[in-house]
């Protein structure tokens, strides 16, 4: 192990971070456009800045760069999407899916899609404990670091089902835990805000259900 | 339940999102300067912002903002993280830290003082599922956006001895997950560069253990 490193802060993180809190949404189509290994580097160091237990640094992310081995990912997380949503609402194919349903509907084109995607992010945790606090902030940061630079990504699971063809065809120790799917590449279409409810509904004051000061 | 809404990024979140995410580390001593409703509503919109599951939004937060109930989780923090201590490494008092572990000797002095902390922020998911994907990413925004109004936070979370007692204490309903525990303050001490092992280690390409193009 190498001695650890006190990194600056990449010039090219230079966007308010005002804008990339609140202009983060989900970008699930990509252009073929690349994305450099030195912006890369940037996602990644950006992840690894972020709180964890006791500084043990337990998270890793694997980088899937390589095109074949994205196609062969691709297959496997298209077969794992519709496999939830055939326990779930049922659907076996984006025509079975209501129109109102946008999110689902653009997550399916996703799931047919990803394969192309220029990179595609693993993150996982080596250690059997739950350790969601240690990698999910580190997650956050890779995506608010992507926002930043430009690059569009959402954070996506995969069913169970696939999981074991995903840990050999990369290697994965049993050890590791998965925590989440992170495709990147240049939007086709725009950053932009997200509905949400007012926080004044999500928020309590001093006691559960008790509103908050503002609205 | 009102509709939702797009909020704009607050003017006061101008930080270069960079300094943000490389500064950011554990504040654990704060000065008794209050925080404002403004910002802490700046905070919760922000967490408001990340990413979530379908965007079903069930994250939760619980802000105690009264100094006696403050006071009253203090005691209880204190009762849990000797508890984990005594568990864990056998320690019941500051003394039996050995003056090496920097973090612990500083976390059992948070677990002192955070009773006299201006502001505690609880965070759950209204529903029993693990959506720990809903909600720290949300923590890692409010983190991130505290770290960018100057004020000081730490992400940590509760021993389960004492999680009946804080239910309890602020009527919090047994359906709701806790996820962390971040007290809030301005700091005593200075943000600034952590240390972490290179990227180079924690991040494989292609396939496990296979070091990325950058050292």
């Known amino acids: 192990m190498s001695d650890e490193v006190r990194l600056l802060p990449p010039d090219l993180l230079d966007l308010p ?36 237990g006791g500084n043990l640094q337990l998270a890793r992310f694997l980088v899937i760069r390589d095109p074949a081995r994205i ?50 992010v693993l993150a996982f945790a080596v250690v059997s404990a739950d350790l969601g606090h240690s990698v999910l902030p580190a997650v956050q940061n890779l995506l608010l670091a992507a926002r930043a630079l430009g690059i569009g990504s959402t954070l996506t699971t995969l069913h169970d089902v696939v999981l074991p063809r995903v840990f050999e065809m990369f290697e994965i120790p049993d050890r590791a835990q998965f925590y989440g799917c992170i495709p990147l590449g240049y939007p086709r279409g725009k950053f932009g805000t997200t509905p949400r409810r007012p926080t004044a509904e999500t928020t309590y004051w001093d006691t559960w259900d008790r509103p908050p000061p503002w609205r």
Chains 1, 2 share one sequence.
Request: glycine residues 6%; aromatic residues 10%.
């Open 17 to 52: 971070i005002g804008e990339a809190l609140f202009t983060q949404r989900a970008i699930r189509k990509f252009k073929p456009d690349q994305i450099s290994d030195e912006q890369l580097k940037i996602l990644l160091d950006a992840a690894s800045k972020a709180p964890n």
């Open 71 to 120: 196609r062969a990912f691709g297959k496997l997380y298209k077969e794992a999407w519709w496999a939830k949503r055939r326990e779930g609402p049922g659907w076996t194919t984006i025509e079975d899916i209501p129109k109102s349903e946008k999110t689902f509907r653009s997550a399916a084109q996703l799931a047919d899609e990803i394969g192309e995607a220029p990179v595609i």
